[in-house]
């Protein structure tokens, strides 16, 4: 289906939706302020005015992305429910949220990959603070381990399990038959995921 933002009466969220949809279509490398503006049906006068260049405009994008990880992340810091209820929830909101920009997520974790040293925007220094502790912390206290070896080899076994379906996308389906973007789905793969992750601590 053909992308149109003239749905979006608003100038400056037509250009970052615009923004959003040009990154998941053609990756970071691609855009430009000449696309921006003919995506969002302004000029590029308009584009520099709201955010100043290029990198401002990709910024203020993902930052509609990052914005929904962070909530995520904000779970793990509950201590009204039980650590496993907190990994659960934390797992849960960080798979809806892959699923609702999956073009934007799908590149930006494939140039991520190629392009990491050239990628200066927000959302890397988001990646790399100190988020990913406060999911060791969370394995640690559901599963007892302590060896940061091991919890940090659990990190990564855990996001790449949420990463990968949403990158694969229709290769998912065809080995697995499975809807990824179906929630009812997407949760029970997250039980699952945690029963492999606790089983780790054996």
Do not use: W
Not at 27 to 44: L, P, S
Not at 85 to 93: M, P
Not at 105 to 113: E, G, K
Not at 166 to 184: C, E, G, P
């Amino acid at each position: 289906m053909k992308y149109n933002s003239k749905d979006i009466p608003n100038a400056k969220d037509r250009i970052l939706n615009s923004t959003l949809y040009i990154i998941g279509k053609e990756g970071f490398q691609n855009v430009t302020i000449r696309k921006i503006a003919a995506a969002a049906d302004v000029n590029v006068a308009s584009i520099n005015y709201y955010f100043g260049s290029k990198e401002g405009v990709i910024n203020e994008a993902l930052k509609c992305l990052t914005s929904k990880f962070m909530s995520s992340f904000e779970i793990l810091e509950n201590k009204q429910i039980t650590p496993i209820d907190r990994l659960r929830n934390f797992l849960r909101s960080y798979s809806d949220a892959s699923v609702e920009y999956p073009d934007v997520f799908r590149n930006f974790v494939n140039q991520l990959i190629i392009y990491k040293d050239d990628l200066k925007f927000d959302y890397i220094k988001f990646i790399e603070d100190e988020r990913v502790f406060k999911i060791k912390d969370i394995l640690s206290e559901v599963t007892g381990i302590k060896d940061e070896e091991k919890l940090s080899m659990m990190v990564l076994q855990g996001i790449a399990s949420l990463i990968f379906p949403v990158i694969s996308d229709n290769q998912t389906r065809k080995f697995s038959n499975l809807n990824y973007k179906d929630k009812n789905v997407r949760h029970k793969y997250i039980d699952v995921l945690i029963k492999s992750l606790q089983g780790n601590s054996i």
